[in-house]
């Protein structure tokens, strides 16, 4: 065998060992793939963005990238096809009073309310609950539903609200939680919950 024969069967060779082939053909590249995100394989799940907890801001605010707060608004898809809404958080209330002194919090409670306003941006009558779409939550990650309560602030917001495209609503949502936590977030989940998509706010007493 010549030297030139030898070196190109060296050659093939040495190309067969760099590329592995699946079953159907397909090629494996063992190598990570460029710009690839090293806290994905790093998580017990190498789970990605669309694994993030709910719990996570969804949009950008004021306070940076993925922090939204009062005053700004939020796009988010309802749970049924063609609902889009609009969500503002206009106003926040920590404490929030009472429209009477028949209904109070319970002993040990506080009130706390979210004034927010929808806007129907999508091609389907948007209908919901929206009291059922919002929570809150505490700086230890305890998570508190709305209540059925009348503040002095003003309305309630509807608990059966049809909303043609093109409307809006408005009014308050309120939590009931104790009186010692600390509430650093409110959330809206359209679909009563069951929509895919979470609005994020961070909130604060006063």
Request: proline content about 5%; aromatic content about 4%.
């Amino acid at each position: 065998m010549s030297i030139r024969t030898a070196a190109l069967l060296i050659a093939a060779l040495g190309l067969s060992l760099t590329a592995c082939g699946t079953e159907d053909g397909t090629t494996v590249d063992a190598a990570p793939q460029a710009g690839a995100s090293s806290s994905a394989a790093g998580s017990p799940e190498g789970a990605n963005a669309a694994d993030a907890p709910r719990d996570e801001a969804t949009t950008g605010g004021a306070r940076g990238q993925g922090v939204s707060t009062v005053g700004d608004t939020i796009s988010l898809k309802g749970a049924e096809d063609g609902e889009k809404l609009d969500v503002t958080l206009v106003k926040w209330l920590d404490p929030a009073k009472s429209a009477d002194s028949h209904t109070i919090p319970s002993p040990g409670k506080r009130w706390v309310a979210a004034q927010l306003r929808l806007v129907n941006t999508g091609s389907a009558t948007y209908r919901d609950s929206p009291p059922d779409c919002v929570r809150v939550a505490d700086a230890d990650g305890r998570r508190y539903d709305a209540t059925v309560a009348d503040i002095a602030a003003g309305d309630a917001m509807a608990t059966d609200l049809k909303l043609p495209t093109g409307d809006k609503s408005v009014g308050w949502v309120v939590a009931e939680v104790p009186k010692g936590s600390a509430v650093t977030s409110l959330q809206f989940i359209p679909g009563g919950g069951a929509a895919e998509e979470t609005g994020q706010w961070a909130v604060r007493a006063g």
